[in-house]
Structures are given as C-alpha cells and as structure tokens.
C-alpha cells in the first residue's frame, strides 16, 4: 500500500468529558464519514453518500482481555493519509485491482489509559475499518470477548440477508455451512430463522434506492469468523462465532499476539448496485500470506458426482468423466466422496495417469473432519492432522493430483480457521490447490492464499438433485448470488445442467424448470476460476451443439467485470470480459417475461456480437442481433436467458 500524503494531523486534548469529532472524506469527497464519542466515551460513526445518509449513528468498540473498549474512550490523536494502491489479481472478477483512499489513523485511550487504534479506509464507494492493538505493557497477548460494532441502517430500509444456522444440525452434524435461503426484501427488523442473525456478506436497500453491501475481509487464523447479529433496537452487531459450534470444541473468542489486529469490516455502497457487483474492496485490503513456488492453472472441469451421484464413484464411471472432460477440451475432472473405498489409492494412482494421457489432471475430495461432526464418507480423519495431511499431499504430489476438495467443515471459530489456512499452507507447499465445500465464506483468500481456488458457501447445485423445491426456485436464487454472495467472493457452485431431469437416466428425478440458455448464462454470471460444470456424457449427443460449443468456450478467468442492470433474485445483465472478448449475460430469475433494452455498443464497441437465445420451442439458436442505434430490445421469458458474446 502506497501512502501518497498526509492529509491531515489533529492534535486533541487528552482528558476531559466532552465529544470529539473526526470527519473523514472520500477522494471524490461525496462519501462523508463522521466518528464522534459522546459525554460517557462511547464512539459512533455514521456515513453518508452525496449528502445521503447510509447508516446513521452506529457504535464501534469491543471488550477483550487486556481491557474494556466499549465506553470511556478519548481520542488522542489521529491523522489522515491519502492512498493509493494497484496490483494484478488472478482468480477474482478482475485482472486489477485499484484501492483508492482517504485512510485515518485514530489513536484512543479507554479509561485505564490502555491504547488502541481504528483505523478508517474512506474510499468512493467502499467503507472499512479495524482496530489494532499494540503492545502494551508487559502485556503479549489478548483475547476479544466481544465486539460492538454495529451497522444502523436508517428507517424503511430492507434487506437481503440468509440466517446463520444453528450449530451441529443438517447432514452429519454438519452446519452452519452458509447454505441457507435468502429473504429478498426483507423488513429490517426480521428475526434470523435460528436467531443466531446473518451470514456475510449482508445486503441492505436504502429507503432513497441506494445500496450497501457489508461483509469482512482478512481473516486468517489470527481470528473468528464473524457475522451480523438479529436486529437490536435498529443495530446489527459484529457477532462472534457459537460456542456450541466445532461439538463445542474450541472457543468463541478469538486470540491474538499484541500488536496484533481484528479483520477489516467493509460496508461496500452506491446509489445503484455497480460499486458492489464490481467492487473489489475484499481483495484490496487483504494481504498476501505466502509466495508459491508453482504454477497454478485454472479451467473448466467435470464431475460424476453432482448428477451420477455417489454411485459413480467407481473406476469406470470415473474414466467417463475423464473422457468427457477431454471431449469438451476442459482440464480438469473431479473425483468425489468415498474414492477411498470405492476405487481405492492403488487405482487412483491408474486414473490419474489414464486422465493425463487425455490432458486431463485430477481434484481429489476429502472430508475435513475430524472430531467435530458424523461425516462418513471417506476419506475422512486425514485433513485435520497435520502428520497425516502432509503423507497425503505428498502422494498426491508424486502421482501428479493437482487439486483438493475438502468438504464438511465445522463453523467460524478461529480453530477452524487455522485448519483452513494449515490446509491451504500445506497443500501449496505440495503444489496442490484447494476448493473448499461446506465451508465459510472466503473473506479475501484469493489475495491472502496463492493456491486457493473457491468456497461453496451457498445453497449449490446439489439441491438440484436434492429438492424438487429448489428447482423451482433456481431462477430466483441464481440472480441472487453477482448481487451477494459472489460479489465479495469465488463461489464454487458447481452448476450449469444440461440434463432437463436430475438424474442419470434424464428421465427421473427432479425437473428442471429454467432454459438451456439460462444455464449458460450462469457460466457468466457465476465467478470461480475453476468451474466444475455440472453435464454428464449423455449431454454431448443429446444437447444443442450451440451449448456445447458455448461450453468448450467460455473462459474461467475474467480481466473485468461490468454490471449493466438487474435487481437481486429478479433479473440480471452482467458483462464479463477475457482478454478482448465480452460475454454478456441478460438473465430472468422471475417467471413472468421481462423486456429489457441494452445498450449493445457500450460493452461491443469493436465487433457485431452473437446472439445465443431460445425460440419459441426452446431450441438453442445463434443469430445476429437486430440493434437499433446500438441497442438490443429483447423480452425474455420466464426463466430464461440470453447471452451476447
Ligand atoms: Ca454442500
């Protein structure tokens, strides 16, 4: 990070009860951060856009070990610098990353003299703070007991928020895995479903039609995952994870070393949804946590296991998929649960060199587990000691395994996440790169950790084949997530069916109620720089050549990302480009017909697009678009797509 100036120093009288107040701007001086304690000590910040209020008097603070936080607090000091920071990303929406800001350095005391800092990172659309601690005394270490951050949003907002699950229940004993469904619009003052609040990130609408997106980012094992709390009395707090979570192992309270440091918080905001589905805060503020040594290649990939299920997890079905990998030109093929028992070291050892004589190289699955749930599939209890991991790896490393599953984690404690981070470190030290299952969301990995790749989080394609309600609602959840979930982070989702029936044979199992081109479409809309798709071999003879082709095309990898319009779980227009090739994606998650004007000539400014849609019979057809003065007028049915490229 490059600090261009000091904008400005405060010098501020240290005792005495009276309120102090700091304002911070953003470089384009329409965000307007204004922090004040009051008469008692306590300290609040509130933020607004072009004179707009986005969250009103909100508290900061937090109780730990070493000291109280929360009241009796002075200001001592504080400077503003201006920053500006630019690197190269792989693995996210973006190729670059641009992190502009107005960052104050607040020194404070609480009662005991104790210090603490905040800091405030003020950009044009992006808010985020921290606190850090400094040695203090003899003093080497603390532990946070709570935090009162919080987040008042003002009066008739809504929001868009999924409940954090209740601890060891669903599959195994296995939750909160942040599969859980959103309630678009909800009242602000909504109970989570478990009363256990919401997962990050949240999204909020503004009575006056803005936005904000809050979540966290660097979170490493120097610290708990978080989440919001239910509504109190109009303020989300920071909420710490449940001690019932890991079977009650471990704590809730995160520890540290002084100097040491909370994650930072960011509220992404904007009078529409732009700053939030092409915002890139998460990564900017993330540090790098190791260098790689290899060479990591992304792509597309196949697996038997989403629709052929556990069942195919045997050696032929295996070479099937393989063969459909290399069919469709992919790199990779995953090969899912129970490869322990059902096909077995010995043989995986054949499939991985049958895979590479067809160019195609392998994703082994593990369970993370453990002590902390009922998992099993196998192959479990090898990810969560070290001694038993790295034998793993180094099989995995000498036969020539490029990449890992590891499923079924246990919650958002900081032990948890130190057996994320072991894992990531271990594995990359084998060469090895990692896709989380089942999991937490990933708050700035793809910065933080060469070899990471991508974290489910989200209600994934699986409940395709689990639920026949989730087919009926896929429209609505699938332009949800540019808004949500994979605006602040690679969504390992595992989709685009081609199968109209969820089953092996296409003719059972649950329907699928959205188009062939829809499913496409979430090859744009859907960002992880691996993509295992969901097709099964019947989909090469069976499915539109057009969708075949566009499959065997489409890129992982993304130098930009433009959103056009939408709102979320109703409709999206989402533009992502590759080099210089644009696909754009216009997506109907409703079942009622949308008609929608795009504005061709701002994304296609040097060639004529394709258009992909369906006819009236819904067979997948290519045509040139007809524009008028650059513009494409196009109703799109229900639960359907169209993509431009
Ligand atoms: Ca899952």
Redesign the pocket.
């Known amino acids: 990070m490059k600090v261009l100036s000091l904008l400005a120093t405060f010098s501020l009288l240290l005792y005495g009860a009276y309120a102090q107040n700091i304002t911070i701007t953003s470089p384009d001086k329409n965000v307007v951060v204004n922090l004040h304690t009051d008469s008692l000590g306590f300290l609040f910040y509130n933020i607004s856009l072009s004179g707009v209020t986005y969250l009103e008097d909100s508290p900061l603070g937090l109780s730990a070990k070493h000291g109280d936080f929360r009241s009796g607090l002075k200001i001592t000091d504080s400077s503003i610098s201006s920053v500006k920071d630019e690197f190269e990303m792989t693995r996210i929406k973006a190729n670059k990353v641009i992190y502009e800001a107005n960052v104050a350095s607040i020194s404070i005391k609480n009662a005991e003299s104790i210090p603490m800092n905040i800091e405030f990172s003020v950009g044009n659309n992006d808010i985020a703070f921290r606190y850090l601690f400094p040695k203090s005394g003899e003093t080497g270490s603390t532990r946070i007991f709570s935090e009162s951050s919080g987040f008042r949003f003002p009066y008739k907002t809504t929001s868009f928020m999924c409940p954090q699950s209740d601890a060891m229940i669903g599959w195994k004993r296995t939750k909160p895995?942040y599969?859980e469904e959103y309630t678009p619009d909800g009242k602000l003052n909504r109970k989570s479903e478990f009363n256990h609040g919401f997962t990050f990130p949240c999204l909020f609408h503004l009575p006056d039609g803005g936005w904000a997106l809050i979540s966290e980012t660097g979170v490493d094992s120097r610290f708990c995952a978080s989440h919001l709390s239910n509504n109190i009395n109009g303020t989300f707090f920071v909420e710490y994870p449940m001690a019932t979570e890991n079977n009650g192992n471990g704590t809730p309270e995160p520890a540290f070393a002084l100097p040491g440091k909370t994650p930072w918080r960011t509220i992404t905001i904007g009078k529409d949804l732009k700053p939030i589905v092409e915002g890139t805060i998460t990564w900017a503020l993330a540090e790098p946590q190791y260098e790689t040594a290899h060479k990591y290649e992304y792509g597309k990939g196949t697996w038997s296991w989403i629709l052929w299920q556990d069942n195919s997890i045997n050696y032929e079905d295996q070479i099937k998929y393989i063969d459909l990998s290399s069919e469709m030109g992919f790199k990779y093929v995953l090969i899912d649960n129970w490869w322990d028992t059902n096909i077995g070291h010995d043989k995986i050892e054949k499939l991985v060199e049958y895979a590479r004589t067809k160019n195609i190289d392998v994703f082994l699955w593990y369970a993370s587990s453990g002590y902390w749930n009922d998992i099993v599939q196998g192959p479990i209890n090898m990810m969560d000691r070290p001694i038993i991991r790295k034998q793993q790896m180094r099989w995995m490393q000498k036969i020539g395994v490029k990449g890992i599953k590891v499923?079924f984690f246990a919650g958002d404690k900081q032990e948890t996440m130190r057996l994320y981070e072991d894992i990531l470190s271990d594995a990359d030290d084998h060469g090895l790169m990692v896709i989380f299952?089942?999991c937490t969301l990933p708050r700035g990995w793809e910065r933080m950790y060469p070899n990471y790749v991508g974290s489910?989080a989200v209600l994934?394609s699986?409940n395709m084949i689990f639920s026949q309600d989730f087919c009926d609602k896929e429209g609505f959840t699938t332009t949800l997530h540019p808004f949500i979930r994979n605006a602040v982070g690679s969504m390992e989702y595992g989709g685009c069916f081609l199968n109209r029936h969820m089953s092996r044979d296409n003719k059972s199992g649950n329907t699928r109620r959205t188009s062939d081109v829809f499913q496409l479409s979430t090859c744009i809309l859907f960002q992880n720089v691996i993509q295992n798709f969901a097709i099964a071999p019947n989909n090469l003879k069976e499915a539109s050549p057009i969708s075949i082709d566009f499959l065997k095309e489409i890129p992982t990898e993304w130098d930009e990302t433009r959103f056009i319009e939408g709102y979320p779980g109703k409709y999206v227009v989402l533009a992502r480009r590759y080099n210089n090739k644009w696909y754009l994606a216009a997506t109907n998650g409703e079942k009622i017909d949308r008609t929608i004007t795009i504005d061709v000539t701002s994304i296609f400014s040097d060639y004529t697009p394709t258009l992909i849609c369906e006819d009236k019979d819904d067979n997948v057809v290519c045509s040139t678009p007809k524009l008028k003065k650059g513009k494409l007028t196009v109703t799109i049915r229900g639960e359907h797509a169209i993509i431009l490229k």
């Open positions: 895995s599969e499923d299952h089942g489910e994934a699986e």
